[in-house]
């Protein structure tokens, strides 16, 4: 018996596996799994040939180096056909000079975009909102953002999250509120009494024995 997709799959959760996928794209079918041992950004559009995703694209594709640095790839998705994809991607290079280097899923029958919550009954029944979903090596989520349909994301701060998300994992440290590398990044705080004691004396550069700084 069929089942509807939004009442069967859970949306997907921090610090767990991401939902698995299977969709064509206009570089092929792409898989979650082809993406292991990368990270990978995931991000819905409402629609091909819009204004507002015209900008987010291009903002990507010119950000797509940097994103490559990080080990990282960029794979993008909404309810259009691959020939839609194609054709609009072919309009950008054509109308504004940039090429789309990463994949984009053709999510037809909603399948992707239902198992990644994309679809947000509030907002629209037949268009994916501006969601982003940040993937790390090992396929477990890491970082999700969500944007309405009338406002476009900010390329940089999903560049800077993977970035912080990256340091994170490799210092053990945490990142302070808009943090961005060469910054001090935040030391976990003591988890007991003997070191909250000694914390004040390790060097770091403390406000308060559950505040405290270091440089990388």
């Given at each position: ?39 990978l ?22 950000a797509?180096?940097?994103f ?48 990644y ?68 990044v ?31």
């Open positions: 018996m069929d089942t509807d997709t939004t009442t069967t799959h859970q949306l997907p959760r921090l610090n767990e596996p991401a939902p698995d996928f299977e969709a064509p794209t206009t570089h092929g079918v792409k898989k979650l799994s082809d993406y292991r041992g990368r990270w950004v995931l991000f819905s559009h409402p629609a091909d040939f819009t204004p507002v995703c015209t900008t987010e694209f291009i903002g990507f594709a010119k797509y180096d940097d490559q640095a990080l080990d990282t790839d960029l794979l993008g998705l909404s309810i259009d056909s691959t020939y839609s994809h194609i054709a609009w991607t072919r309009t950008i290079k054509e109308k504004f000079g940039v090429e789309i280097p990463f994949p984009i899923i053709a999510d037809l029958s909603m399948d992707v975009a239902h198992r919550g994309m679809i947000q009954p509030g907002a629209s029944d037949t268009s994916t909102v501006r969601c982003t979903f940040v993937i790390d090596d090992k396929g477990i989520m890491r970082a999700m953002i969500y944007y309405p349909l009338s406002n476009g994301r900010s390329i940089d701060e999903v560049l800077r999250i993977v970035k912080a998300l990256q340091t994170s994992d490799a210092n053990g440290v945490a990142t302070p509120e808009g943090w961005t590398p060469g910054e001090k935040i030391v976990p705080p003591p988890s007991d009494a003997t070191e909250a004691e000694k914390r004040m004396n390790e060097g770091y550069e403390c406000v308060d024995w559950w505040f405290c700084k270091k440089s990388l």
